[in-house]
């Protein structure tokens, strides 16, 4: 079924940020910071991908990201929905079936034998594309999955992602100069929001996170030195 009557777009970023705690897929720790991909440390974490072993939740953001793609780019704008590996792929399928289009997956790298293919499924020349994810962080995979759907002779101008940090400078700029509309449904600033609100975390580690996301740069440069013990 095609969803096509939802709430605005700020309380759908509250609703999925409310979620996203209810979950326990958001995790706040000043004490003992979390290290990013990139090496650096933040207060904040979240899974995305905990989202698929809870279909209630699972559905309703589903149905969130196919109202959002549709209000904001449009309703016969798609022809085909690509996933990114690998969190990217079931939130594709579950969007593919909500807006009934077929479904495709774009691997990280060429898997090195048979046709050597970075997409997977069928994906035609002059295809207009929706590459899904789970989150964005800077952006730069999503450079990387266009590109290949591109070479494709298909066009890929649009990512929908549930989460999208928000946070650091430059990131919808860099991905509008290569053609591509960022979607999304929350962000930092909203979960913190809702955090406060539902009194989840302790006002010290809140303070935190909104230094933090005020800051990244310089929250992560004065906790270089903090170990996180698993």
């Known amino acids: 079924m095609i969803p096509s009557s939802f709430p605005d777009k700020a309380e759908i970023a509250r609703l999925t940020a409310r979620m996203l705690i209810e979950i326990g897929a958001i995790d706040f720790n000043a004490k003992v910071p979390f290290t990013h991909a ?24 589903m149905d969130f990201l196919a109202v959002t793609t549709m209000r904001e780019v449009g309703f016969e704008a798609f022809d085909n929905i690509a996933g990114g590996e690998t969190a990217g792929i079931p939130f594709a399928a579950l ?14 790298k060429p898997k090195g034998y048979g046709r050597n293919a970075r997409i997977e499924g069928v994906m035609t020349e002059g295809q207009r594309v929706l590459l899904v994810e789970d989150l964005t962080t800077d952006g730069g995979s999503k450079l990387s999955f266009v590109d290949a759907i591109r070479e494709t002779g298909a066009t890929c101008n649009a990512t929908a992602v549930i989460f999208f940090y928000g946070i650091f400078e430059g990131v919808e700029q860099t991905l509008a100069d290569h053609g591509i509309q960022l979607l999304h449904l929350c962000k930092w600033w909203d979960v ?18 909104e230094a933090y996301l005020r800051d990244p740069a310089g929250w992560s440069a004065a906790h270089a030195c903090m170990q996180r013990i698993n």
């Open 38 to 61: 990139s090496g650096k440390k933040a207060p904040t974490y979240v899974d995305c991908r905990k989202l698929i072993s809870f279909p209630r939740i699972r559905s309703t953001l």
């Open 95 to 108: 969007m593919a079936e909500r807006l009934a289009l077929p479904m495709t997956y774009v691997r990280k």
């Open 192 to 209: 913190l929001e809702e955090a406060k609100t539902s009194e989840s975390f302790d006002a010290e580690t809140l303070a935190e996170v």
